[in-house]
Structures are given as C-alpha cells and as structure tokens.
C-alpha cells in the first residue's frame, strides 16, 4: 500500500477548478521534494510539477503545484476534457529509501 | 532532447526467464539515473529501483528487492530490467524513466513494455 494518500477521484465543469490532495509524513513530503504525473488513457505517465510548484517546459501555466509541511496539492484550473486522466504525487521517503507515489486521482470533466 | 525507447511486448509462461531493455539517448547515459515503474492492470504506480550507469549502483524498493534485477550497459546506453522465473503476479506495463528532478524525480519516461506471464 501507498505511503501518499490521494482522493480517488476528483471532478468538475469544463473551465471550472480543481485541487488534488497528496498527504504524506515527515520522511517523505516533510522534507523532500514532490513532483505530480499526468497519466492520460493508455499512455506513459508525464512530469507536470517538479520542485513542488515548478512546471517543466511545455506544461501550462493551469497547472500549480504547493506543498505545506506533510501535504502537497495540484491545482488544475480552466479544466478541459483533455485534462481528464490520472494524477500521481511522487517524493522520496528517506525512511524507506525508494521513491514512493501517491495512490493516484481520476479526474474527470463533467 | 532526452528519449527512452524500451523493447517490444512480451508474453511468457511461468517460470521463464526475461529481461526487458530501455535505450537511452539524447543525454549522458552514465551521469543521469534510471528508474523502473511497475504498473499492474488498472492499478497504480510502483518504483521498483534505479540504477546510476556511471557506477552501476542500483537501489531496489523493499517490496522489489530480491525479485528482480536492475542493470545497465554503458556502452549502449541502455538500461535492463530482469527476471529469472516469472509469475502470473508479474503480468504488467514496465516503464523505465530518467530521474532529472530533486528527491529522484522522473521527467522523461519510456512508452512501456507491456509484459504478460499466462500458462
């Protein structure tokens, strides 16, 4: 089982907002950095959000991420039917020693 | 620009052998490390290790160690993930990534090799 607890599921209007909540413990978010993944239907996972809040090239600007002691959350805003995939939280846990991912959000656009 | 092109599906039978390929360009091969991600059928994803080709220093998840092996070719750039007697449980898409971010994260992933282990 994950050490990075996610919702399920997550869903909202087309242009509408919504946040993804990925709560750890203090060997991993605490103190290491968290990156997000977008994983579309059918296809490899991608980097959204490194460093916890920077976006790698090409990622736009809708997606935000932020962390505050043992938690971290993506924010997706102005939602289109092409952000309807899944998302991963990711950090190193120093405890385990292994990267650890988050048990992954369904996002919808209703 | 970093690529990750991993080899082509396969479907085994228990207890066989298997050793899957990530070839790597685009980069230095030996000063970047290479993760394997296991996704089983409609579930989520799970880090089974990384290896730093410079060194070959290999890290393996708790739950991965012992059950497979993490290794590299530098002189082809390309990273292996291994198997010396499948499983049914080991039916999956594995996916090989470059580790370019803070804390181990991925940013450049391989397109996957689906594996499946069926008698």
């Known amino acids: 089982q994950s050490v990075l607890t996610q919702p399920p599921s997550v869903s909202a209007a087309a242009g509408q907002k919504v946040t993804i909540s990925c709560s750890g413990s203090s060997s991993n978010i605490g103190n290491n950095y968290v990156s997000w993944y977008q994983q579309l239907p059918g296809t490899a996972p991608k980097l959204l959000i490194y460093d916890n809040n920077k976006r790698p090239s090409g990622i736009p600007d809708r997606f935000s991420g932020s962390k505050s002691g043992t938690s971290a959350t993506l924010g997706i805003t102005g939602l289109q039917t092409g952000d309807e995939a899944d998302y991963y939280c990711g950090t190193w846990d120093s405890s385990l020693s292994a990267y650890v991912f988050g048990t992954g959000t369904k996002v919808t656009v209703l | 620009e970093v690529q990750l092109v991993q080899s082509g599906a396969e479907v085994k039978k228990p207890g066989e052998s298997l050793k899957i390929s990530c070839k790597s360009s685009?980069?230095?091969?030996?000063?970047?490390?290479i993760a394997w991600v296991r996704q089983m059928p409609g579930k989520g994803l799970e880090w089974m290790g990384i290896?730093?080709?410079?060194?070959?220093?290999?890290r393996y998840s708790p739950s991965f160690q012992g059950q497979v092996t993490i290794s590299a070719d530098k002189s082809i750039s390309t990273a292996y993930l291994q198997w010396s007697s499948l499983k049914a449980s080991d039916t999956a898409m594995y996916f090989c990534?470059?580790?370019?971010?803070?804390?181990?994260?991925?940013?450049?992933w391989g397109q996957g090799t689906p594996v499946t282990v069926s008698s």
């Open positions: 290896i730093f080709p410079g060194d070959s220093d290999t």
């Open positions: 990534a470059h580790v370019g971010v803070s804390s181990y994260g991925m940013d450049v």
């Open positions: 685009g980069y230095s091969f030996t000063t970047y490390w």
